[in-house]
């Protein structure tokens, strides 16, 4: 079974960017899409990206298109979500897992997720 661990959160001033990196052990995941999500203070956890298993094509929540990207590196085992033009509503502990391509709820095991904090 795959397991999959975030890295790369941190504090950002509002405007800032980050990069942050999912890596899968324990299997590849180069057959699997993958999303991220986010879980922001008393907030459900919400989708906010996610790519098919080629790389080839992305999809993204409303609250972030034009200022998140989300790529992979299937050589690598990783994928990354690139975030710009960061705001404190972006502030959330950020997770990734393994989707069904067109959906947008994960459905293996949820990991420790990254925090990532925008300070206005």
């Known amino acids: 079974q795959v397991q999959l661990v975030e890295s790369g959160g941190g504090l950002v001033q509002a405007g800032g960017s980050l990069r942050l990196s999912c890596a899968a052990s324990?299997?590849?995941?180069?057959?699997?899409?993958i999303g991220w999500f986010r879980q922001g203070p008393g907030k459900e956890r919400e989708f906010v990206a996610a790519?098919?298993?080629?790389?080839?094509?992305?999809y993204y929540a409303d609250s972030v298109k034009g200022r998140f990207s989300i790529s992979r590196d299937n050589a690598e085992n990783t994928v990354y979500l690139q975030m710009n033009s960061l705001k404190p509503e972006d502030t959330a502990v950020y997770y990734c897992?393994?989707?069904?391509?067109?959906?947008?709820?994960?459905?293996?095991?949820w990991g420790r997720g990254t925090q990532v904090s925008v300070s206005s």
């Open positions: 897992n393994i989707v069904i391509y067109g959906h947008t709820q994960g459905f293996g095991s």
């Open positions: 324990g299997r590849t995941f180069s057959r699997d899409a």
């Open positions: 790519i098919s298993w080629s790389g080839g094509s992305t």
